[in-house]
């Protein structure tokens, strides 16, 4: 059991992105592809702000002392990335939801089927 | 002028100009923009004046330390491609001034995008990059369903979702370099790299990073989303001649940047040269099972890249230069092809090679441009497509090399026979629609960009890159039967194969890969490559 207490969590944001990738090949429901990718960036995005994280490191705001800072660019980095997934992600939802009312299905076989030839 | 304090002005004036002259009414909007982009285009050449004949430019963002800031370079890779890039966007501009689907939303958009993609060029910090890209993949999501008609919607989102998956991965391994490194610098990494304890380290992030790249550049088995793209029906013409002229290079660029970081520890250069002649071969099939003229384009942008990245990975000099040619090459020329077919399919009112007749007699100058297009790409002598492939050949050994360059060849020119049937005959209505004349003058002057790339071909590449090669050679007797005699195998072929095996083509044509499927490529993709250099790294 030494395996799972050993695991960190950097591993489990690896995980996740496998997960979700997994996710993204196996369903044929859009709604939970796109799902699938925005854990497949959330993952991406946990593992680089774990990225040189020592252990009880503080927030680096002002008033912590230098020593115990935890590394402020992947923190700094990965709000420019949340964003960008967040947005990413509510495009996609707003597309599926033009397809859904011109083909009226939600499965990526079927709509593949129903596209103009 | 300090280049070193002032290269993310280059960055940042097509998109500031497109913001602050959002008030003026569309005309003037776009004259505007037209304008910026002259202007543009006279700083990117004087930058790129400064880069080959003095040093490297660098600008340290923000005056943060070194490997700290976030750094812009212009270098020899870059800045003749940010020229290429502001030149391209002015010639668009000028190109659309009369169309009518244009508004004012679009033309910011398009701007943005030229922003987006001069500042990947220009950016040496992998985070920057993965930004720009990250925008550049939403601008032209949003640019390829602007006029929402048909399955543009649905290309869209495929798009879109493919490449925001390629991006999860990019941004894993980034968080791995990361990790490892602890800078994102470009030239940070490529020092920090070779210092590491255990290389082997490297290969995850690499794998990572390369299987999003290789999206990007369209290669097999990733291509599905570009002719989509490209080739979207309602794409407008120039969107469509943006992303095949420009963007995909942008794919390829990172390509190069990214070997050469990773160069001292991991060389996978075998791995992408024979995938490089796998697209290109699979472009150009699937090419000639096309009846749309656009998708005939757009998939005959995969075959080209893959001609490129041969190239580029086929570790003699000359053809490396020869792809950075081809690059330029290829950027004139399918620029030109779908500007041009864009006009066609809105003079005609259809999209299939079937259905179009006579463009050379109904519209005399788009008919030429079109021709020193197809003249380009299949390599014509006296064309630009004939020097760079020229150079990529010498760097190819054997009788291998040989045969896998004539294939390509071959294959080209007989797409390109089917797509020039739409230029002869007797057109059913003799009077063109009245049309701006810079539609004209833009075809014609990439039609002559085409002619002098290979009139004056190794002093081009001398120009522009520095190293002298004699392009003699590409016009040779031997070369000259050479084409001739592909020209005539391609026409037979063209006439007693491919007209008659219609039905498969139908096949092969409507078969659609769905959404899982690409992901499951991709899966495959990035497992082979991590299998590749694991069993090629010391």
Known sequence: ?117 | MVWSESLHLVVLAPVVAGAVGFFLPKRAYHWLLFFVNVVVVTIAIMLFREVRWGAEVVQLMANWPQWIAIRLVADLYSAPLVALTAIFFAGTFLFSTKADYMDKTFLFLFVMLESAIIGMFLSGDLFNIYVLVELGMLIIAILIMYKQDKQSVYDAMLYLMINFIAMAFMLLGIGYLYRLTGVLDLAALAERLPLLENPRAVIVPYAMIMTAIAVKAALFPLFSWLPRAHGAPSAPAIVSAVLSGVQVKAGVYLLVRLTQVFGPVIDAAPFFMMLGFVTSVVGFLLAIAQKDIKLILAYHTVSQVGLIVMGLFLGSEVAFWGGMYHIINHALFKGLLFLTAGIIIEEYGSRSYAEIRGVLRRMPAIGIGTLAGVLGITGAPFFNGSISKYFIQQGLQGDFGGIAMFLINLGTTLSFVKYSVILFGKPSVDKPLKRDPFVAVVSLLFGLACLAGGLFGGPTVALVYGPQYSAGGALSAQKLITFALTLAVAVGAYFFIVKRIGTFLTSVRTFKFTFNQVTVFMTLFFVSLMGYVWFTVA
């Open chain 1, 1 to 117: 059991m030494a395996f799972i207490s050993n695991l960190q969590i950097s591993d489990l944001a690896v995980l996740l992105f496998f997960i979700g990738l997994y996710g993204a090949m196996s369903q044929r429901n859009i709604i939970k592809t796109i799902m699938s990718v925005g854990i497949m960036d959330i993952g991406a995005i946990t593992f680089f702000m774990m990225a040189n994280f020592p252990a009880n490191a503080k927030p680096p705001i002002v008033g912590t002392p230098v020593e115990q800072m935890a590394d402020p660019i992947p923190q700094a980095l990965m709000i420019t990335a949340i964003v960008i997934g967040v947005s990413v992600i509510a495009m996609c939802l707003a597309m599926y939801m033009r397809v859904a009312y011109r083909y009226a299905t939600a499965d990526w076989h079927i709509l593949t089927r129903r596209l103009e030839k």
